[in-house]
Each structure stands twice: as structure tokens, then as C-alpha cells.
């Protein structure tokens, strides 16, 4: 399966500010998928990132307040916006290949 | 109705015993199943994928999938305590859609 790295690993942020996720897989994919984990908890998928277009959201997220972007087959990233502690979870991109997905190892998000 | 539901947990087995993991899920279009072991701090880990009625087995892992019954299961079979960890279950949410719906999770603890 593809190797999938996420930058960054963990990060503490203060509310009212963003930060900015990268995914980086090692062979062409075509599709990319954002996830979240909140503590305790299992994984909600917030967007299909889609290369050369808008991503596709689903119900409860918003492009507001997670920006994606998907330059190439390669590469998305995952923009947090004006965080709250609500929003303190891991993050992580999967890929599709064949039927099958396939995570990062995440980004552990805490707001303070 | 969750898309997905997992026998709660969690389930503790001596080393050696067979683990059983219970999954169930609503939309009967659904067409791909699969299993992921979650260690704590880590990623979701993809161990069996299932399309067909019947068993599928891998090592000492075996899954089962009854379509009539919406139902599919995880068998670990010789449990070691490396194998203490959550298991979720994720389901494609119908006819031709690649997007997977996640159960809450079962942790497995493996006592020594």
C-alpha cells in the first residue's frame, strides 16, 4: 500500500488562529479523505479532497472552516480555522486504493 | 439508527482464547467491509477487507459477512496481548459509494 506521511505530527495552538495540515503520499492516488478523531471517540469523515476541484464536504463541516486544497495526485492539505478547543482532535488523511483506504499516521491537534 | 454499531465492549480474553468482534450496519447497499485495528496514540490499521457472503481468513484473523443479516464479524483466533487494541468497523455506504462509515470501536485487552 501507498507510504502516507502527515506534517505536522502534534501541535498545540492557541484558539482564534489556524493551522495547516499536510498530506503527502509516495504514488499517485486519486482520491484523498480527511478525518477526524476527537477524543474517545471513532473517525468522522469531514471531506473528500479532489485534485483540480473543490473539495466535497460533508454534512456539519464547512470550506470556512476547513479549507482543503489538492494541487496534485500526490499532496492535500487541511487548514483548521480560527480554532476552538472544541476542535482539539487527530486529524488524518487516507488514501483509496482499490476498495480499500489507508490512513497517515495523523496530526494530534490541541487548542488552549 | 447508527449506519454502524459494534458490540460495546470492552472485551477481555485470556491469551490463546478466541476473540470475537461484532459488527452491524443499516444500509443494505453497502458492499464493502472492513476491519482496522486502532492501536492507542496510532492510526487506524487496515487488517481484513471483505466483499463476499461466507469467511474470509488471514493468519490467525478471520472475518465472516452475512449480507441478509447486515451483519459482519471478526474472529482473532490464539489472542496474544499484542493484539490489545480497538477494532473498528467500517462500511461503505451503499451501492457505488467508496465513502466509509465507521463503527465506535470494540477494545480488545488480551491478558497475559
Known amino acids: 500500500s501507498a507510504v502516507i506521511s502527515q506534517k505536522p505530527s502534534r501541535d498545540i495552538c492557541q484558539r482564534g488562529t489556524s493551522l495547516t495540515i499536510q498530506c503527502q503520499v509516495d504514488?499517485?492516488?486519486?482520491?484523498m479523505f480527511w478525518y477526524r478523531q476527537q477524543p474517545g471517540q471513532s473517525l468522522t469523515l469531514i471531506a473528500t479532497a479532489n485534485q483540480g476541484s473543490e473539495a466535497t464536504y460533508e454534512s456539519g463541516f464547512v470550506i470556512d472552516k476547513f479549507p482543503i486544497s489538492r494541487p496534485n495526485l500526490t499532496f492535500s492539505t487541511l487548514t483548521v480555522s480560527n480554532m476552538s478547543p472544541e476542535d482539539s482532535s487527530i486529524y488524518l488523511c487516507s488514501v483509496k486504493e482499490s476498495y480499500e483506504q489507508y490512513f497517515g499516521p495523523g496530526t494530534r491537534l490541541t487548542v488552549t | 439508527q447508527k449506519e454502524v454499531e459494534q458490540n460495546s465492549g470492552p472485551l477481555s480474553v485470556p491469551e490463546g482464547a478466541i476473540a470475537s468482534l461484532n459488527c452491524t450496519y443499516s444500509d443494505r447497499g453497502s458492499q464493502s467491509f472492513f476491519w482496522y485495528r486502532q492501536y492507542s496514540g496510532k492510526s487506524p490499521e487496515l487488517i481484513m477487507s471483505i466483499y463476499s457472503n461466507g469467511d474470509k481468513e488471514d493468519g490467525r484473523f478471520t472475518a465472516q459477512l452475512n449480507k441478509a443479516s447486515q451483519y459482519v464479524s471478526l474472529l482473532i483466533r490464539d489472542s496474544q496481548p499484542s493484539d490489545s487494541a480497538t477494532y473498528l468497523c467500517a462500511v461503505n455506504r451503499g451501492s457505488n459509494d467508496y465513502k466509509l462509515s465507521f463503527g465506535a470501536g470494540t477494545t480488545v485487552t488480551v491478558r497475559a
Open positions: 504514488s499517485q492516488v486519486t482520491m
